[in-house]
């Protein structure tokens, strides 16, 4: 099992951007599918983005398209999630997971991974 840390979370106004990061503790997650997801007040917690082991496939939902990026440092046992032209309605906990068995391109629910972060607050002000 792997914990994972996330940080890089706060308070940004509308249009802003922020950087997310996490990284496990006390092992490397050199061979994971990592993914970030968000939970809004209420609702379910949804994918936002995943990247395989080696950095080279990413996989994205659809509303994130071309506003965020993953991606990830191995050699720091790092991914990292590059919000840009951040809105109100991305205001949520973004959490960071991770998966052994998953390819990233079916990596996109819930069920799919096996560790979680405890999440990192994100809010965008109007």
């Known amino acids: 099992q792997v914990q994972l840390v996330e940080s890089g979370g706060g308070l940004v106004q509308a249009g802003g951007s922020l950087r997310l990061s996490c990284a496990p503790s006390?092992?490397?997650?050199?061979?994971?599918?990592m993914g970030w997801f968000r939970q809004a007040p209420g609702k379910e917690r949804e994918f936002v983005a995943a990247?395989?082991?080696?950095?080279?496939?990413?996989n994205y939902a659809n509303s994130m398209k071309g506003r965020f990026t993953i991606s990830r440092d191995n050699a720091k046992n790092t991914v990292y999630l590059q919000m840009n032209s951040l809105k109100p309605e991305d205001t949520a906990v973004y959490y960071c997971?991770?998966?052994?068995?998953?390819?990233?391109?079916?990596?996109?629910?819930?069920?799919?991974?096996?560790?979680w972060g405890q999440g990192t607050q994100v809010t965008v002000s109007s």
């Open positions: 006390g092992r490397t997650f050199r061979s994971y599918t």
């Open positions: 990247i395989s082991w080696s950095g080279d496939s990413t």
């Open positions: 997971a991770a998966t052994l068995t998953r390819p990233v391109v079916t990596a996109t629910s819930t069920n799919d991974y096996d560790d």
